[in-house]
């Protein structure tokens, strides 16, 4: 049977506060008590109940992870780093999919429900109210690759970000391809509504406007998946295809690839193919994909530092940190030409 804190509180011959007080970080308690529990539960094979303590402290250690992007095999190097990080801190993530919940105000009652001390929304495509219904109903929230937007002044809404600057990273995929000679470029972004999408679509657009001489096409797939890459590329190549692609993350230019294939056409001889974050497979030698790297766990790192001066009740303005992205070089784009 489990072993109760009373049980320790009798072997130690303390109170059962006092057993309390020595699990509770912070919490006051002399060198010879500690020591006498301590021991007692060592003796008796006692773990301290978190839940219980919760109670008694009004902190869970729970903190919410929320995405809507499960199908998106780059998220699952994004969860790993996080619940990795969480538990690290001595905190424990609940993972939430948002994707069939509706209204962010049904997602905090949810979250309410566990008693989460925090939130980390992990989704570049939530609407934008969902970070602000937390911060409003006092509970702290990061948003990891999230949209770097200024508020309005005095707004509660205004959260922590954490993310890359999606136009710039826009641009570079511009000068990449135009560098390379690609006078036909094509964007294959993933939902239209998503801030990613709209702003990679941008930052492409102002770069290729620099270019007269070059043509430029955009489509938006139904999601950040590599089924909606598949499908969207597909009906692409049965029209006037493009030279070569900037599609708006891996997992859709992975699936763009294999209708390339399928289609009967070579990369990077008849199409280019670049997509965004370098997440594992990309780097898969059948694949091989040309790309933009996010700094995926750079984003990490930094959104559990927020989450966790958040939770020590740190005060200060909502921060916003923006990381550099990097071209990686591989073989779904021509080579640049020699001077």
Known sequence: MQVTLRQVAERAGVSASAVSRTFTKGASVSARTRQKVETAATELGYSPNALARGLTTGRTGMVGLVSNNFHNPVFLEVFDGFTRGLQARGLRPLLVNLSDLGEPEVLLRLLRQYSVDGVIIASSTVPAAFPGVFRAAGIPVV???????????????????????????????????????????????????ASTTEDRWTGLREEVACHPSVTLTHSYAAAYSHDAGHAEMARLLRCLRAEAYFCGDDALAIGALGAIHEAGLRVPEDVGILGLNDMEMARWGVINLTTIRQPIAAIVAASLDLIVRALARATGPAEVQMFSCELVERGTLRPLPVR
């Open 143 to 193: 948003h990891s690759f999230g949209r770097a937007t200024s508020a309005p002044e005095g707004s509660v809404f205004e959260v922590p970000v954490v993310g890359i600057d999606n136009i710039e990273a826009g641009r570079l995929a511009a000068r990449t391809l135009l560098a390379r000679g690609y006078r036909h470029i094509g964007f294959l972004g993933g939902p239209e509504s």
